[in-house]
């Protein structure tokens, strides 16, 4: 390889590093909860914490799921509890679909493990700076659900 083409080529490596990294600066908290042998049970809720101290900047909310094709329904419903700096709370629920009506999955990934990704809310602004905790159960009529793996948020600063 002659000196010109080694640097093109190391300039374009350079460019797609860059490029990579610059990708993921609009992540302002990712966190993802494990859950034990693939199973949910309505008594476990699943903490979140972060810090914010910015009170300008408008972020988008989403809750990351991977189901195994074990998951017997269609959709999962969330109880979101959230806790604010100076004791104050709010709670919501959020309806994943993970399936079609017949049945094939919406998430990415190949074998049993398939990845999902729901927009909850567009343009959060944290008010107050401080320790934000988000507490998560699943709101399914099953005690216990079998094939749901991992849950996370991903709070992603909005892009103008």
């Known amino acids: 390889m002659s000196l010109p083409s080694f640097l093109q080529a190391a300039g374009i490596i350079i460019l797609i590093a860059f490029i990579s990294v610059s990708c993921n600066n609009s992540i302002f908290h990712s966190e993802t909860v494990h859950l034990k042998n693939d ?3 309505s008594a476990d809720t699943l903490f979140y ?5 910015d009170t300008t900047t408008t972020y988008d909310f989403y809750f990351e799921v991977r189901n195994t094709t074990d998951y017997d329904m269609q959709n999962l419903y969330l109880f979101i509890t959230a806790f604010y700096p100076g004791d104050t709370y709010s709670r919501d629920t959020a309806e994943c679909i993970l399936a079609a009506p017949d049945g ?3 998430g990415k990934g190949m074998g049993k493990h398939k990845d999902s990704r729901f927009l909850f809310r567009k ?3 944290f008010r107050k700076p401080g320790n934000y ?3 998560v159960n699943q709101a399914m009529r099953k005690e216990n659900l079998k094939g749901i793996s991992d849950v996370g948020i991903l709070i992603k600063k909005q892009v103008n």
């Open 49 to 53: 914490s972060f810090n914010s101290t």
């Open 104 to 106: 094939k999955w919406y």
């Open 133 to 135: 905790v988000i507490a």
């Open 123 to 125: 343009g959060v602004v």
């Open 39 to 41: 199973e949910w049970k």
